[in-house]
């Protein structure tokens, strides 16, 4: 087995979008190799209401694929086609926008006024860029969860793992989408295909992310004190990415709270991208003729 080692660790930025919602992006528009197949990591955790309220009202896309992950309050939605439902804390909805949709996504507060979720945006192959839109909601109580003999638990939500399947598929990605808590001071190895881009973002607790040199530590907001103890040191602020390089393996070594973190890997497209705001094409004619579509009113196929 080989260690992926830690290519890069970065903090998530804050950023305004929609009507004004305060998020913290974690990566997006920029350099799409990097993360291929996916193009966008937004964390929405937020507990005043003002700060996001005012949601994200009506708004296109086309040629990709969004992951909404709730962890807390819940997000009402509503599209062009007619769909309308609401989100509630361990739910997911994975949108397959294909052909173009118009949509708008409300996110509300639980009753402490708090709101916390993640959007991730994966990219679709030129072949499927104008397939049919879909959606895939799924409850929490249909995301299988795991617990390993050291505490682990990991939720499956797209993809397999430790012998479970999570209930989204027919993903043109194939990714595989993990919810990890690792308890205190425990050391775990999670197994990643060599193939597959592969990152994790952290959002509770702290931990040390290994490769073949040094540890690169991890720690969050959401545990109190800080974790002194944590192999590498509290070096690492809250809201992490960590990008790994090639291997079959990631190792965490979790801090005295333990850690808790999306681990994230898919397939890479390797095909050309052309992007602007919520549309994602290949070629820059085609990126014009759907902004053009757009303003003409023949947007949806």
Known sequence: M????VRRVSQSTPTLEGAGVHLRR???????????PFLLLDDFRNDNPDDYLAGFPWHPHRGIETITYVLAGNV???????????????????????????HQEMPKGDLRGRMHGFQLWANLPSSLKMTAPRYQDVLAADIPEIVDDDGTRARVVCGSFWGKTGPVDGVAADPRYLD???????????????????FAYVFEGSGTFRDASEPRAVQTDRVGP??????????????????FDRGDEVVVQAGGQGVRFLLVSGE????????RGPIVMNTDDELRQAYAELRAGTFIR
């Open 180 to 198: 990890v808590f690792v308890p205190p001071g425990v050391r775990k190895r999670l197994a990643v295909e060599t193939s597959r881009n592969a």
């Open 268 to 275: 890479p497209l390797e095909e050309p991208v052309a992007w």
């Open 76 to 102: 009402e939605h509503g599209d062009s086609l007619g769909n309308r439902g609401s989100l509630g804390a361990g739910d997911v909805q994975w949108m397959t926008a294909g052909s173009g949709i118009l």
């Open 26 to 36: 974690a990566f997006g528009f920029g350099t799409t190799s990097d993360f291929d």
């Open 2 to 5: 080989s260690i992926r080692p």
């Open 226 to 243: 800080q974790a002194a103890d944590a192999p590498g040191g509290p070096d690492i602020g809250d809201r992490s990415l960590v990008l």
